[in-house]
């Protein structure tokens, strides 16, 4: 219960008989209330047939009922009455409204409220300490509303907010889904999360950075599906976003790699790529320090995606290298993977790699003993080329710390 400012409660200094003389006066001026509000705000002047009208109607006779029920007895507790006022709030956020416009309305019937108690006093003659208890105890009351009415539109917010939430996740889940759900059920579901189905997305696998523990939850513009709660984050964003606009610097505690742009059904094939992505950015293979895009590096990704298949690969291909020391098949390796990229002679290979070309043809002369025909069967020096270059990929960049 609020208190007046110098500690005195105001509906302890009231007589208890002024309660009876109050009463009467409270259908009227109901009446005058409900009247002044539908003509001073227009969101209030819908017909009183009404459910909404019967809720404004009720909460303001209740609302005068329940300041002389106090001056009556200003200990006694109206739970139901407390209810009514955090259903107003509540209906002004259904009614897709702000608290202003019903704090609006609490103002004016505040104001309304103490000119009939002034007139009122004037007729029984109360005393000036009276009418400045009175006046203390109308804005204490309204107060007291106003901050129940505000309760119940926040709660309901965050119901919303978080049945939307939980609306945005599962069509998140249902449009990673391989293979994809039926077209309806993603219809459905996204209507329920008033999110706007595109012909086009991509999406986002993330990860924390290690060196960066201590982060909040990214605030993401609302056209993004967003999952931070799952093991493996991720989001789903729209063809045509700017993607370093939302995501750079909303994440830049996170790694970030942006799987291609596909059609809605292939968003679990976006995912994939992504999460692929990521795997190399951890590992050193792409770039950490920024947002990576999997339409930059298809070939590296293509080519690094089995890794079992192109170890076995690059076992079978470079098996004559086995017996060499490790320094050795380094320098083979590098002097074959030079020649096979640039099919020229040694003073190309050697101007490539930096060294005398003499020193290029005795390796060459080496791998020709070594690998034989081979080197002159194209799909056999396809093989070794690819094989040669996933290895350099791998050994390009450090891994991320």
């Not at 007589?15 to 109901?30: G, K, Q, T």
């Not at 976003?241 to 059609?263: C, F, K, M, S, Y």
């Not at 069967?377 to 290895?391: G, K, N, Q």
Request: charged share 25%; proline share 7%; with cysteine.
């Amino acid at each position: 219960m609020n208190q007046l400012r110098t500690g005195i409660d105001p509906w302890k200094g009231l007589s208890r008989d002024l309660a009876p003389l109050m009463r009467a006066e409270v259908p009227d001026v109901a009446n005058q209330i409900l009247g002044e509000i539908q003509r001073g705000i227009p969101e209030y002047s819908r017909p009183l047939d009404e459910a909404f009208g019967q809720i404004i109607s009720d909460g303001i006779e209740h609302a005068l009922m329940q300041f002389v029920d106090r001056v009556a007895d200003p200990a006694a507790a109206h739970p139901k009455r407390a209810e009514m006022y955090r259903r107003l709030g509540r209906g002004e956020f259904h009614e897709g409204r702000s608290l202003d416009t019903l704090q609006q309305a609490y103002r004016l019937g505040a104001r309304i409220a103490w000119r009939r108690l002034t007139d009122f006093g004037e007729r029984v003659h109360l005393s000036v300490d009276t009418m400045r208890l009175l006046g203390e105890a109308v804005f204490a009351h309204i107060d007291e509303l106003a901050a129940l009415s505000v309760e119940g539109y926040v709660a309901a917010q965050q119901r919303a907010t978080g049945a939307r939430e939980r609306r945005r996740r599962r069509l998140l889940e249902v449009l990673l889904a391989d293979p994809p759900n039926p077209r309806h059920l993603v219809i459905e579901l996204a209507a329920a999360a008033e999110w706007e189905l595109p012909d086009r997305v991509c999406a986002v696998a993330l990860e924390p950075r290690p060196d960066r523990p201590h982060r909040a939850e990214p605030r993401l513009d609302r056209a993004i599906l967003v999952d931070f709660e799952g093991g493996a984050p991720c989001l789903l964003i729209p063809a045509g976003a700017d993607h370093e606009q939302l995501l750079d610097r909303p994440l830049q505690d996170w790694l970030v790699a942006v799987g291609p742009t596909v059609e809605l059904p292939d968003a679990a094939q976006s995912l994939r790529w992504a999460r692929h992505a990521l795997q190399l950015m951890r590992a050193g293979t792409l770039p950490s320090a920024e947002v990576q895009h999997c339409a930059d590096h298809l070939a590296t990704l293509w080519l690094l995606h089995e890794q079992f298949l192109l170890d076995e690969l690059a076992r079978r291909v470079l098996a004559p290298l086995a017996e060499l020391t490790p320094r050795q098949r380094e320098r083979l390796t590098e002097t074959l993977l030079a020649w096979l990229e640039t099919r020229s002679g040694a003073p190309e290979v050697a101007a490539r790699l930096g060294i005398h070309p003499q020193t290029v043809r005795y390796r060459m002369h080496q791998l020709e003993n070594l690998f034989g025909e081979a080197l002159t069967d194209p799909a056999a020096r396809f093989e070794l080329e690819l094989v040669l270059r996933a290895a350099r990929l791998r050994q390009s960049n450090p891994p991320v710390r």
